[in-house]
């Protein structure tokens, strides 16, 4: 009995960790019939930001606007639109932002090399700090004055 809960449980904990995973926020309404346009517009959905969340693809977002931008996405899909054509009209509409990939180009360097430069920054950081405290170190050993100098001060025979 004790055996049965705890293989219940771990199911149930399993299907909690895992239900995020399968969750998508693309609903049935929008479900294209034919099953290859379906599969670009997913494709499609996947490599687009949610302007109103900021970190989701449009696929996983549930907010009204990725809702328009699957259906736009959709709707072009059916028009004869190309993946690119389709890209590039949302690029010309929302700017290089609406792509979690954006492209590597003048406009866009900074996106691309603020990793780096925080890295670069973090490194010259450390290795100021390093050479700060080896100047506090000290280089030479106390003379026989100083040291008798410091055992008086401290209380020392």
Do not use: H
Request: proline fraction near 4%; include cysteine.
């Amino acid at each position: 009995m004790n055996a049965m809960i705890c293989v219940r449980m771990l199911a149930l904990a399993a299907l909690f960790l895992l239900a995020p995973v399968a969750a998508r926020a693309v609903q049935p309404d929008e479900i294209m019939a034919d099953p290859k346009l379906e599969a670009r517009a997913r494709a499609l959905s996947a490599e687009l930001r949610c302007m109103v969340c900021q970190n989701e693809s449009i696929d996983e977002s549930n907010a009204d606007l990725a809702r328009d931008l699957r259906l736009l996405v959709r709707e072009r899909l059916q028009a004869g639109d190309s993946d690119d054509q389709i890209r590039a009209f949302l690029v010309q509409r929302y700017g290089d932002f609406i792509l979690l990939k954006p492209p590597f180009k003048l406009e866009t360097w900074l996106l691309w090399g603020a990793p780096f430069l925080v890295l670069l920054t973090g490194g010259c950081v450390i290795l100021f700090a390093r050479r700060r405290q080896q100047s506090f170190a000290v280089s030479a050993p106390l003379s026989e004055a100083e040291r008798a100098k410091l055992d008086a001060v401290l209380g020392e025979d």
